[in-house]
């Protein structure tokens, strides 16, 4: 059951990024709100199962994307990792960590997604790729840390309730 919460959650997350998320552009980049749900969902310590959200989120990512499901995947695996790795050492402070796994996940999401491209054929380059892309995307990402946090450290206590001694 806990499992299956990532299906609703995900689905919503996709749509509003397709909707509205997308259309908030910051030069000419955007923010990747499944990619921030991701590393929200697995900076609360309770959460033992961010691999199904990320098989989950790749899958349905790809699906509306007109990027290889290669560079999908490989953004949101990557964050994965890097939260795993995370948590392990920065455990004590969640919000750093998150700001941090923010960082470097749309860093690697951005160039996985540039590398692509150039991969395709597309005329972009590496510079413009970073500057006008990449750096605005990590910006707008950056706004959306606590927001997203804060919904989801509720979500994880409303999933994985606390039990209480008595």
Known sequence: MRKLISI????????????A???L????GSADLVLMVLIAWGMQEQVKDLWVWVVVASLMTSFVSALPVFAVVAGYLFA???IWFLKQQ?????????FLATAVS???????????????GSP????EGFNLVTVPSMLLNFLLVLPLYALFTDLAGFVYPVEEVV
């Open 8 to 19: 609703p959650v995900l689905l919503a997350a996709l749509m509003l990024q397709m909707v």
């Open 21 to 23: 998320v997308s259309r």
């Open 25 to 28: 552009r910051l030069i000419g």
């Open 80 to 82: 994965a990792f890097f």
């Open 90 to 98: 920065v455990w004590q402070s969640p919000i750093l960590a998150m």
């Open 106 to 120: 749309t860093l690697v999401q951005n160039l996985a997604s540039i590398f692509a491209l150039q991969i395709s």
């Open 124 to 127: 972009i380059s590496f510079s």
